[in-house]
């Protein structure tokens, strides 16, 4: 079939754009699901029958993380400037607009509602 | 015989004595004991004195629980003639309109929360009387529909003079964005609506109050802030430190053409929203419609949307201490002559303490045009920011001080071009967390046939108040 140019990149356009839709999707399905299962539990114990080669560094906390992530683009915000509600609004804006991992932006709002304000 | 003579005997003596015993007893009971036995019968006397009361008491609970009882199964009587009301007329409902039942959404948790900022810009330009230039509302509404759907929507108010053309005030009113957001999963979250693009950071990270200057870097003039279409966003957190790549995915309408034609001067870059109707003067090369209508202006004058996309990496080794490089890219068509328009964005951000800031962004762009062949307006520009408190010094005015500086420069890429570069040198005056007093001073040298468009310097102070 002899089609015109522009309809071939067109078409090559849509199924490049498809295509990284679905290896997204996919990608992100497998993440997901794998994050679900139930933990590792043979790893897990595993693990802690070996003996740490080294001793494994301290999980970042909500406020290390807000101060990581959330000063980089505008000033502090202190937790009583909003109360529980609005901070889970607020920081479902924020994980879409800055791109936040999820479990990073639920550890900031755990830290963020417990000194909220009314 | 004599058994039974023994016999009574016994019998008589054991009762003598049982008679003689019980006196000696008696006899032998003190006061002390006595008073003590009294005392023991009256604390006796006292306890079933209390169970009594208890048992009242007991009583009265027991009749106001009943009592209780029987409004609930009289509440629970009227609720239960309600359901059966409500499935009567649902069965009702159901033999007048059959209808596939839907399955229900989630349980509604919404909050509606408002955010935003507000300018207030003074300017003094070369060649122009002093004026305050700008009042600028900025709020965006934020609707949590449940924990994985939020709407959210900016809008621009602006006052600006009227002047020359005529008195008065005239009012801007801008929908920066307005978005669904759907969070897929933990990775993916789908964006539709009118979208900030993701062109570098720029876009998503320069609300007034986030900027630290009053006006944007030159080059993002070379590129859409904002665009009609959905997009796939998202991070993937890289150990757990913080570190993460970020991505985004998009197909929006892209540029437009302000007239029809690929000429280099049409390029619409905040355009193309709808389809085609209506009638129209426009020669049908300039556009398409949808079935039965006729050709305008008002719709897309392109038949391509535009694809783009930005991945980054986000790496910090401490709190306050981070650097952010990212590359993004769109391309399509901008014309119903096929001409499209590309565009690359590299973007970079460091911070090397909660005082220290540097980041900025290379911009380069491609325009098919049928007038100049295929041009490639550019630009970059990188700015830097160091707060005072770093200093620890024991001034708290100075302490609430930010030097700023930017450097930037865009070429259009005409032909002849234009190619205008620019030096800021600035402060930042925090007042609190979120009301900033800025002040810059910009010297510009812009040389080409365009060159009249900027002045040759500025000096501009911003109030802005975040949300």
């Known amino acids: ?118 | 015989m004599k058994n039974h003579s023994s016999i009574c005997s016994v019998v008589a003596a054991g009762c003598a004595l049982g008679l003689a015993l019980p006196r000696q007893a008696w006899a032998t009971v003190s006061d002390d004991d006595f008073n003590a036995l009294k005392k023991i019968v009256q604390q006796l006397g006292d306890k079933v004195q209390k169970l009594e009361q208890g048992h009242e008491q007991d009583q009265q609970v027991h009749q106001q629980d009943q009592q209780k009882i029987e409004q609930l199964q009289q509440q629970l009587g009227v609720t239960q003639q309600l359901a059966t009301n409500a499935v009567q007329k649902a069965e009702a409902a159901a033999q007048v309109q059959p209808v596939h039942p839907l399955p229900a959404g989630p349980a509604a948790t919404h909050n509606f929360t408002l955010a935003g900022d507000a300018e207030v810009v003074f300017g003094r330009v070369s060649g122009q009387h002093s004026a305050f230039a700008l009042a600028d509302f900025a709020p965006i509404f934020l609707y949590r529909a449940n924990d994985n759907i939020l709407f959210e929507a900016g809008f621009d108010f602006m006052l600006a003079n009227n002047a020359p053309a005529a008195s008065g005030t005239a009012y801007g009113f801008d929908l920066s964005f307005a978005t669904i957001d759907y969070l897929l999963n933990d990775y993916v979250t789908v964006v539709a609506g009118n979208m900030l693009l993701p062109l570098g950071t720029y876009s998503e990270r320069s609300a007034g109050w986030l900027n630290k200057f009053p006006d944007n870097p030159l080059p993002r003039g070379l590129l859409p802030g904002n665009g009609i279409g959905a997009q796939l966003r998202g991070a993937l957190p890289v150990g757990d430190r913080g570190q993460m790549v970020t991505y985004s995915i998009y197909g929006a309408n892209g540029p437009s053409s302000v007239d029809g034609t690929g000429n280099s001067g049409s390029l619409d870059l905040g355009g193309n929203v709808g389809v085609l109707s209506g009638a129209t003067s426009l020669p049908r090369q300039y556009g398409y419609g949808l079935p039965g209508t006729t050709f305008s202006t008002l719709g897309n004058l392109h038949s391509d949307p535009s694809g783009g996309g930005r991945v980054g990496w986000f790496y910090p080794w401490k709190p306050h201490y981070d650097l952010e490089l990212g590359v993004s890219g769109q391309t399509g068509e901008w014309n119903d002559l096929g001409n499209r328009w590309s565009a690359v964005v590299v973007d970079a951000t460091l911070h090397v303490s909660p005082y220290v800031e540097v980041k900025g962004e290379f911009i380069n762009t491609w325009v098919d045009t049928s007038d100049l062949g295929t041009i490639r307006p550019n630009g970059w520009w990188v700015q830097a920011g160091y707060k005072f408190s770093g200093l620890n010094l024991d001034l708290p005015l100075v302490n609430n001080v930010e030097l700023v500086g930017r450097y930037d420069q865009s070429n259009d890429a005409l032909a002849p071009s234009t190619k205008t570069d620019r030096y800021t040198a600035g402060f930042i005056y925090y007042f609190s967390n979120t009301l900033l007093f800025e002040g810059d001073y910009e010297w510009l040298n812009s040389r080409g046939p365009n060159a009249n468009l900027y002045p040759s310097n500025e000096l501009l102070f911003q109030l802005s108040y975040g949300f």
């Open chain 1, 1 to 118: 079939m002899n089609w015109p140019s522009s309809m071939k990149r067109r078409w090559r356009t849509g199924a490049g754009l498809a295509l990284i839709t679905a290896a997204v999707l996919a990608v992100s399905g497998a993440l997901a699901l794998s994050a679900d299962a139930p933990a590792d539990n043979q790893a897990e114990a595993k693990a802690a029958k070996k003996p740490a080669a080294k001793p494994s560094r301290k999980k970042l906390t909500g406020q290390e993380l807000y101060a990581i992530n959330c000063n980089r683009c505008h000033p502090e915000r202190y937790p009583t400037e909003w109360n529980p509600s609005q901070w889970k609004t607020l920081l479902l804006h924020m994980r879409v607009r800055a791109n936040l991992p999820a479990k990073q932006a639920k550890a900031i709002l755990r830290y963020l509602q417990e000194d909220a304000g009314n």
